[in-house]
Nanobody, 125 residues
């Protein structure tokens, strides 16, 4: 069982930055992929980015490429999503998720086993 806790959301003006954190409760994460998803009001949860736990592979949805970056602190069992040049359309509840999988980075929410509670990101115009 893996418990994930997100933090770092908030209200920011367009063009600003936020860094989200995803802290995992276990140290045995070498075979895990961590994904970030977001959900705007009235919309389905959508994929944002994913990374292997060791950071060797990352993948971003097109709308955030060049603006968002995943990094990690393995000693703290934490992954970060650095979000720069934020836009109002980035507004939503951001979730991190984890799954054991090898050789690929899932982009569908249903493929992930463990989820955090979410953190709200609001970008004002």
């Amino acid at each position: 069982q893996v418990r994930l806790v997100e933090s770092g959301g908030g209200l920011v003006q367009a063009g600003g930055s936020l860094r989200l954190s995803c802290a995992a409760s276990t140290r045995t994460l070498n075979n895990y992929v961590v994904g970030w998803f977001r959900q705007a009001p009235g919309k389905e949860r959508e994929f944002v980015a994913a990374t292997s736990w060791n950071g060797g592979s990352t993948y971003y949805t097109d709308s955030v490429k060049g603006r968002f970056t995943i990094s990690g602190d393995n000693a703290e069992n934490t992954k970060y999503l650095q979000m720069n040049r934020l836009k109002p359309e980035d507004t939503g509840v951001y979730f991190c998720a984890a799954v054991i999988v090898n050789f690929r980075l899932p982009i569908n929410a249903y493929e992930y086993t463990y989820w955090g509670q979410g953190t709200q990101v609001t970008v004002s115009p």
